[in-house]
């Protein structure tokens, strides 16, 4: 069975709650290919599990943390004035029904 | 013992204190007022970062010492990926490559027992915002999205739910003791999920692993396990093991039940990553053992010394070391020279009677250490008999005014020899009959006569000295 | 508007012209430049004059990408899924400007989210070259570029995740700069990958991004990957005085021999490269071609593609059209939710969320996202190691001049050449890189590109500003080539 496929591609993209065209789905696939055969070749480079990953752009020097001070919320109007439905002070959305996580 | 043991792993989310939130400025604290305490990065509008808060890093590490956990040489943040309407971002900023804490261990007592629960790891992340739900609408208020939220992961080495709950209230009254959290169930403030398989007492693998998510009370978390027990031990007893699926479940508080969410195979991935906006952070040593000096004396090691060092009773000691409050209360007390047995006796009885009814805390009640003094002091010196110490007490805190107020010459003992002989004669020449009866032999009414001299003296008459003339003047 | 910000400033000192001519006159330029190449998304018609102080930046227009946030200004991202927010808070680095007194004209077209190459993903359409309107200017930073070029402003603001401010600058014939990972806050801007994410300028010579960038760096309390550049100052420091300075160059890059078939383009782009490098000499610096391993070299475009998908997928996940964006239509609020998402991604960028998804996935992040992190570093040491030798790496800018429109393909091909991806290095070290036109080829623009070590921008602009100041190529405004 092929590694990549149309319906790992959908399946994929429906838990980005994202709908794909068949080409969509197409352009990845082929896409797929490309990366995996490059990656591989990373795979295949010396000693490289031994190298740590980067994982932010600078990691050389101390950071510091904010005090824990508070600053003034923000105000209702600008909290909202993007947001299509409201009730209230809240944003309303259809009845959330069961949980997700 | 019962038929099967039961393997039992929590999860413990607790909301910490904090002035501002874990990644914003805006204000921690619960408002009936819906979106009052948001910024922008709460809600994550396009563009926004998160920045760490040192006060909630610091008491992330004080408990993560508290749980003798490892700490990281740097700490790292993860993102973990989902879609829900209460998470703002699309994911919720937690730890996982370098947690806080990790391979920990606290002891428990249980039954008289102490028991060792293995920590897995404890960890610092953000509380979601929350739906209000009506009729068919939802409401999204955002005022709890970026709370700080500690969340503590044990092994799997609980084995009953008797175990698990006494677990969480240790944890519960060891974040109150280090001011961390307010630890309240009712506000909402821990939320649990648990883990829970059953096995044969002399297998040697566990059983099927079943996880009930969100159980929001102790007594949720111990109904849940105990119907999951059941639940789990009458498949096995039909020798129908097998149906016991590796799964999610969810606690029905109403129903009494746990019901089924999803199948293993339908678990999420959460794409956990390290956050890139979240630099690394180096834990200084030095930060650590500021951080350690602060952690206070903690209820089972102050529970031991006060059995051994002030000879308080087991109980009694349980007592006062179960609130951190009361424990320094205690502690006051005895500096102020207050004898150790009085002032446990004093505290768990009437004062903690007193705080349950009028449902305030010690620290409201306005009888201080120091007022307490007058009063023990009064007695000691034999002025005041317990009974009256007791009315002054219950006198002080009813109007508000110092004991001493209360304690009148008119209240103190009568102790004088010769003025209570004179009483005494008084009643004695009254009661003639009486004497003459108790002289032929009825010694039960020697009683009878100190309970005139009590009337008589309203209750003020030193009792052993009035015992004492009343022998002496009968017997002869 | 065809001058350098400090001549400006001198004429609003002295009275020549006002601060209201200026956006006159910008805003009138904006207008023709949006007829013929679709360069924004917003034009500001009450641009409001600012008093002028001493301050360069005051009184003087200029451009900002519609990646920043803008507050009560329309700011989209070039997205549908954000084609009506307004935010109500500035970008840091937007406010920094607006404190100098600088006067935002426009907001600019990019590539959907700065996704793209192009400059033709952006929800409005695609922006032409200004320097003939056949070609794309290359993205993502495509409105920004091609309204410096135009003479709209002397400066826009860009931001930069692969090449997307570099590129375009090159594209374009401008100067594009973006300094060291978290000197400029990026705050307010709207997220693609955020351990690549760099905030820049483009303008139209060394001088004036170094007096841009000094005003919109800083320490920002809301970012905490930013650090304390105070000590550094970028136009103070430009004194052209190079002797002694060393470069290097790559010669897997600059060597034609290394490439099969090359174009007559590619030809010229890499001999009129190695004329610059005799300029380079002739003003005192060494100038040396160093060898790297190409296996190393080729797995550049690869470890970005990874990186880049995994952490936009996961930073454009807030855009789910509920507390803003126009709500999706569905029986629940997934499917809603859904259906926002759906139809506001463009499909280059739902590609990019599917990949980053799948090298996110728990089963492939050791193979797929470890692994390009651990290359990432790789590359970034192998740069790092150049630099203790090397005040800087000096490389030409893409394999040519802007490609047409018709064949700007934006999807990731086998035979991806290094020679277009090398910038992204300076996304995965966070190191200052500036890219300064070099010459023409067929009347249109080339560049070439220096890249230094961290904090070390002061140098790296130096650099920029003594071999711009000994080529014919500084402030120029694009000239169309005609098509006869």
Partial sequence: MPKFTSELVNDLAKKLLIGLTPEENKIVLDEFLIIDENLQKVEKFENIKSVEPMTHCLDDFIYTLREDEIKPSISIENALRNCEKVEGREVEVPKVVGGEN | MSKYKAVIGLEMHCEFKSNSKVFSSARNSYSEIPNENISAVDMAFPGILPVVNKKCVRDALMMSMVLHCKQPEFMYFDRKNYYYPDLPKGYQITQMTEPVGIDGCIEIECNGERKKVFIHDIHLEEDTASLDHYYDTSCIDYNRAGVPLVELVTEPCLNSAEEAVTFLETMRSIYKYCDVSEADTKKGQIRCDVNISIMDWDATEYGTRVEIKNVNSFGGVRDAINYEIKRQSELKDAGRYSEVEQETRRWDEEEGKTIRMRSKVDAIDYKYFVDPNLPKFKIAKEWLEEIKKDIPLLPLERKEKYIRELGLSDYDAGIIVKERNYAEYFEECLELGIDAKTASNWLSTQILGQINEKEISLKEFYLTPTLLKQIVEEVNKGTISSKQAKEVFYKSIDEKKEPKSFITNDMTQISDKRELENIINTILEENRNQVKEYKNGKDNLFDYFVGQVMKNTRGKANPILTKDILKEKLNN | ?484
């Fill in chain 3, 1 to 484: 508007m065809d001058k350098t910000i400090k001549e400006l400033h001198e004429m609003l000192q002295n009275g020549e012209m006002t601060s209201k001519d200026l956006i006159q006159e910008s805003l009138k330029k904006s207008y023709e430049v949006q007829e013929k190449y679709n360069a924004f998304v917003t034009i500001l018609d009450d641009a409001k004059e600012t008093p002028v102080t001493n301050n360069l930046l005051s009184g003087i227009p200029f451009g900002i990408k519609d990646n920043y946030s803008t507050k009560d200004i329309l700011s989209t991202g070039s997205s549908n899924t954000l084609k009506n927010y307004v935010p109500f808070f500035n970008a840091t680095a937007v406010e920094k400007l607006l404190s100098a007194g600088a006067v935002p004209i426009n907001k600019t077209v990019l590539d959907e989210f700065g996704m793209g190459g192009t400059g033709t993903t952006g929800h409005t359409g695609i922006v032409k070259n200004p320097w003939d309107s056949t070609r794309i200017t290359a993205g993502s930073s495509a409105g920004s570029a091609c309204a410096v070029a135009a003479g709209v402003y002397p400066y826009a603001l860009g931001s930069d995740t692969g090449d997307s401010i570099r590129k375009p600058a090159a594209y374009c014939g401008i100067v594009g700069y973006k300094p060291t990972y978290g000197m400029i806050s990026r705050y307010g801007l709207f997220p693609f990958a955020s351990s690549l994410d760099h905030c820049g300028v483009l303008a139209r010579n060394v001088q004036d991004v170094a007096i841009v960038v000094d005003t919109m760096k800083g320490l920002d309390d809301k970012d905490m990957t930013t650090w304390d550049s105070s000590t550094i100052h970028l136009y103070e420091n430009l004194d052209g005085k190079v002797g002694g300075k060393k470069l290097c160059y790559i010669k897997e890059l600059c060597d034609i021999e290394n490439y099969e078939n090359p174009t007559e383009e590619l030809k010229r782009h890499l001999e009129n490269f190695k004329e610059k490098l005799a300029i380079c000499e002739k003003l005192g610096m060494e100038v040396v071609e160093v060898s790297i391993d190409k296996k190393l070299l080729s797995a550049l475009p690869s470890v970005y593609v990874a990186i880049s998908c995994a952490e936009a997928t996961s930073n454009l996940s807030n855009l789910t059209g509920i507390l803003f964006g126009s709500r999706g239509e569905g029986r629940n609020i997934m499917e809603m939710m859904m259906d926002h998402r759906t139809k506001g991604f463009s499909p280059l960028i739902k590609r990019r969320f599917v990949i980053g998804s799948y090298i996110l996935q728990k089963e492939n992040q050791e193979r797929y996202l470890k692994n390009a992190q651990r290359v990432r570093r790789l590359l970034v040491d192998t740069w790092k190691n150049l630099f203790k030798t090397f005040d800087a790496v000096i490389l030409p800018v893409g394999s040519g001049p802007a490609k047409h429109l018709d064949s700007g393909n934006d999807i990731l091909t086998k035979n991806a050449e290094i020679l277009e991806e090398h910038l992204q290095i300076g996304n995965f070290g966070g190191f200052p890189s500036i890219t300064i036109p070099d010459g023409f080829i067929n009347n249109l623009p080339v560049a070439l590109n220096i890249t230094g070590n961290c904090y070390d921008d002061e140098n790296v602009l130096n650099i920029a500003y003594a071999i711009e100041s000994a080529m014919p190529y500084k402030n120029q405004i694009a000239k169309e080539v005609s098509h006869e």
